[in-house]
């Protein structure tokens, strides 16, 4: 008997056979059964470190569909009282810097300690770099397979503001599941670097020894933002280059105001290949939250997060349901035109569309 004849739905004579036997009605009907997750075993099963779970949760929150926010809000919001308890890395650095085998050789140091390590991205430039993390994800072979590990690409979004708060419902859902350890990872495009600091309790910023007039072509703001700085692929040919680099940046690095944090910014360097220099970072990190949990900057810093958070947060929301609003979709291409031809001031026009909602 062939496998279709086998089916129950076809067993019996006179069974009208309906158009669900059609193959994809049964997947839409199954991805609809899918997506009907219960809450609040999700919640349990992040709970007991259950790493499908979380992705699945995950998922949810990145989901357009409003059904899957709400629920993903539940979550969320369920996930709360159980987070808060991770150190928050941000990692930057150019492309090529070594950012994906920094990650990998730091991850499996810091899991050979015991410690479970989630590593988030923000990619703001999604559709020139697609898929990069995802590639990244490959690369970080030996991580990947690790049980104590969870690596997540990059949610994709409209705006950076929209991706960074997934990026921070995932972060909640991470210390959730029990990770000690979460590494939020960007390419330093765009404001990409100031999301993440705002999101991370250490900022830990990889750079390459390059010519002398280095330190005249990076952003100084990234400098500013950095507790560490770690001149990475300090090996071989390049391991002298990377100790000039060095003391180079400590020099740069005492120009700038001592910072709230109460923390002097290090310089280090380190093979990320050859897994040198690793361990020393992991010590810096943890004599900075030791700092800065003894005079309260690391609380009060998470806290000043979650005011800038909720702030954010609203205007984006506000911003969406402006643009999105039926009557500003409708009138806002007119007003265009009437300051293009300069019947209208832009200021007369936005009052004229505030107006509107
Ligand atoms: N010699 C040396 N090479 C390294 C080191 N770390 C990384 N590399 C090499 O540098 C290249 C880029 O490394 P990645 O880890 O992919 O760099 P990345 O910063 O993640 O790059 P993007 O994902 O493109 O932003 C690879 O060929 C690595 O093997 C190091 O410590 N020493
Ligand atoms: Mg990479």
Not at 203 to 219: P, R, T, V
Request: charged residues 25%.
């Amino acid at each position: 008997m062939s496998k279709e004849k086998k089916s129950a739905l076809r067993e019996k004579k006179g069974v009208s056979v309906s158009e669900i036997t059609n193959q994809s009605s049964i997947k839409t009907i199954k991805e609809k059964r899918r997506a009907e997750i219960n809450t609040s075993a999700l919640v349990t099963s992040i709970l007991n470190k259950d790493i499908t779970a979380l992705s699945r949760a995950i998922t949810l929150v990145e989901s357009k569909n409003p059904t899957h926010l709400k629920k993903a809000n539940k979550i969320i919001k369920a996930c709360l009282p159980h987070a808060n308890k991770s150190i928050r890395i941000g990692i930057t650095g150019v492309p090529g810097v070594g950012k994906s085998t920094f990650i990998e050789t730091f991850g499996k140091h810091i899991t050979s300690k015991g410690k479970r390590i989630a590593v988030l991205a923000i990619d703001p430039s999604s559709s020139l770099t697609k898929g990069s993390i995802l590639g990244d994800k490959t690369r970080m072979e030996d991580l990947v397979k690790d049980a104590n590990v969870f690596i997540r690409p990059s949610a994709s979004g409209d705006s950076l503001g929209g991706v960074a708060r997934k990026t921070r419902e995932a972060i909640i859902l991470c210390e959730a599941a029990g990770f000690d350890v979460i590494i939020i990872e960007t390419v330093g495009v765009g404001q990409s670097e100031t999301t993440v600091h705002s999101m991370v309790d250490f900022f830990l910023l990889l750079k390459l020894a390059g010519a002398g007039d280095e330190l005249q072509g990076i952003k100084r703001g990234i400098i500013e933002m950095a507790d560490v700085i770690a001149i990475n692929k300090a090996d071989g040919d390049n391991l002298k280059r990377a100790k000039v680099a060095k003391v180079e940046f400590n020099r740069a690095l005492h120009l700038y105001p001592e910072k709230l944090s109460g923390w002097q910014p290090k310089v280090t360097i380190c093979s990320a290949i050859n897994n040198e220099g690793i361990n020393s970072i992991w010590e810096l990190i943890l004599d900075y939250v030791t700092t800065t949990s003894k005079n309260n900057y690391f609380q009060e810093k998470r806290h000043e997060q979650n005011k800038f958070w909720l702030i954010q947060t609203i205007e984006e929301q506000l911003k969406f349901e402006f643009f999105n609003h039926s009557k500003i979709k409708k009138e806002l291409a007119n007003q265009l035109l009437l300051i293009e031809t300069n019947k209208k001031t832009p200021f007369a026009a936005a009052d004229y569309l505030l107006g509107l909602t």
